[in-house]
């Protein structure tokens, strides 16, 4: 048996001294030929490892460099340095694997997130990286933990679909075809009844029609998976391929939708301020030294931890749209024309530098904007009294903009298949879709979290790309 080891973490948590252990990991930094920083991904705290003067061969000592793998058997003891408990002083070392001081390409200093970017195969083995991939864990685990125990069941929607769920168009074109001689039909078209699925298939945007399916027999279910849109936007907060998380539940209205969702955000924020205090207390401390680069005026008035803490503490505001446009119209900074895009009025798609004024300069907190104009929206949102809005929410976070989007979905067969003729939504296509409203039909709703905006949220990473392990972004697909 190989793995006799203990996790460093584990190791930093027991109290007592004299005992026998095993660790294993990478060295972070190896001084005065003594003293090894060891870190195996269990914790951002690397283990102190002493090595007795004289104790170990020069041969051994010259192959203990930045990111060698080693094992250590030895003793606990009390650390006599500043900074740490315990450490081990040990009895016996064993090289795993050598690393070339000369050719590994991460130095023991401060790199760029572009430069990590690069080198993303190895940014795993920073503390910065550690610390996001820990709480991304946990963040995902608290998601699973929170529909459970409401008893939502995980839907595993599928990733090859032949519909597009918004109507946006922006696919990923999933085929078997030859691309330079595809069969045609006769007006040049290409004959997708060649292809593998005997029709036209992309990958999914979006798992909300099929969830809709299961809530409606099912009661709640929510989907966590991988979602893909072929958007050329080059942004810090678009991926070409991002984690949606995306409850559905029959008999709610918006307004449940809205309490589950503000409900939902809460309790995982909760989970990793109870579960990952060491990393988040990292990621602050990261997050002030990047913010004091910036002018005074772009920088947060909260700490990271602090955000979290009165996200988690207060009540989002919830404000229509309507209230929305009313407050940009009126406020300062669109009247001294600061916005890109002028507030015109009832009708227009809210920009990010709108919903950004009213989440981090008006409100200061997470705000939910709801009823939207319907032209705005897709179709499947349910139509409002007043023939010009939809029950449609989403919610709004601070500096990070839309990390939600919802809605109550539109239980009436024959309102939703009149809004799908108007936007040129195919009825037949959907027959499956519609026939959830001819059979037993109900008041139903759900929404759409981006997991990657939300790690975003929670770690104060600037950039989406540094958040998710591999980020797939326009003409960057390495890894
Ligand atoms: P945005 O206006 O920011 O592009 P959207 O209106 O296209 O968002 P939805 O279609 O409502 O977003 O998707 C639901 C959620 O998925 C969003 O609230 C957001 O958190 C996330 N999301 C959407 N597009 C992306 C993307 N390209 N990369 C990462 N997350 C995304
Ligand atoms: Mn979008």
Redesign the pocket.
């Known amino acids: 048996m190989f793995n006799t080891r203990i996790k460093i973490k584990d190791l930093l948590q027991q109290e007592s001294f004299g005992n026998q252990v095993t660790v294993m990991g990478w060295v972070r930094t190896f001084r005065n030929d003594q003293f090894v920083a060891l870190n195996d991904g269990s914790t951002n705290t690397n283990l102190q490892v002493v090595l007795g003067l004289g104790e170990f061969s020069d041969d051994e000592l010259k192959r203990i460099t930045t990111s060698a793998a080693i094992k250590v058997t030895g003793v606990v003891v009390e650390s006599q340095g500043r900074g740490q408990k315990i450490e081990i002083k040990a009895t016996s070392l064993e090289i795993l694997g050598d690393s070339d001081p000369e050719k590994y390409p991460l130095q023991p200093k401060k790199h760029s997130m572009e430069f990590l970017r690069e080198n993303a195969h190895l940014r795993f083995r920073t503390n910065t990286f550690g610390s996001v991939f820990r709480v991304r864990h946990s963040l995902a685990f608290a998601v699973h933990k929170f529909f459970h125990e409401l008893g939502f069941l995980y839907l595993h929607t599928p990733i090859i679909t032949a519909s597009d769920a918004?109507g946006?168009g922006e696919l990923f074109k999933v085929t078997t075809l030859p691309l330079n001689n595809a069969t045609q039909n006769s007006d040049g078209s290409i004959n997708f009844k060649e292809d593998f699925f005997g029709r036209a298939t992309n990958l999914t945007?979006?798992g909300q029609l099929e969830g809709e399916l299961a809530a409606t027999a099912l009661g709640e279910i929510y989907t966590f998976g991988p979602?893909f849109?072929a958007?050329n936007?080059n942004t810090a907060?678009?991926?070409?391929e991002?984690w949606?998380i995306e409850p559905e539940m029959a008999f709610c209205d918006l307004e449940d939708n809205m309490n589950v969702a503000e409900k939902f955000i809460k309790y995982i924020i909760k989970y990793v301020l109870e579960n990952n205090r060491e990393d988040l207390d990292f990621l602050a401390q990261r997050l002030a030294e990047e913010e004091k680069l910036l002018p005074q005026e772009k920088r947060s008035e909260l700490g990271l931890i602090e955000k979290l803490e009165f996200v988690f503490g207060n009540n989002f505001e919830r404000i229509t749209y309507t209230e929305a446009i009313e407050i940009l119209k009126e406020c300062n900074h669109n009247k001294k024309k600061k916005f890109q895009y002028p507030i015109t009025g009832f009708g227009m798609d809210l920009q990010?530098e709108h919903e950004r004024y009213l989440v981090e300069k008006h409100f200061k907190k997470p705000v939910i904007i709801y009823n939207y104009p319907k032209e705005i929206k897709a179709f499947y949102m349910r139509q409002n009294e007043d023939g010009k809005t939809v029950a449609a929410m989403?919610?709004l976070a601070p500096g990070i903009?839309?990390?939600?989007?919802?809605s109550q979905r539109e239980e009436r067969l024959e309102k939703l298949e009149t809004r799908m003729k108007e936007m040129n939504i195919p009825t037949e296509e959907l027959w499956w879709y519609l026939d959830t409203r001819k059979f037993g039909t109900v008041p139903h709703a759900g929404?759409?979290?981006?997991?990657?905006?939300?790690v975003q949220f929670v770690t104060g990473m600037s950039n989406?790309r540094d958040v998710i392990a591999f980020p797939r972004t326009p003409k960057n697909a390495e890894f």
Do not use: K
């Not at 903009?401 to 919802?406: A, D």
């Not at 929404?447 to 939300?454: A, D, H, N, S, V």
């Open positions: 918004e946006a945007v979006s979602t849109r958007e936007s907060r678009h991926l070409a991002f949606m990010s989403d919610i903009g839309e990390i939600v989007g919802g929404f759409g979290l981006g997991f990657e905006r939300m989406i």
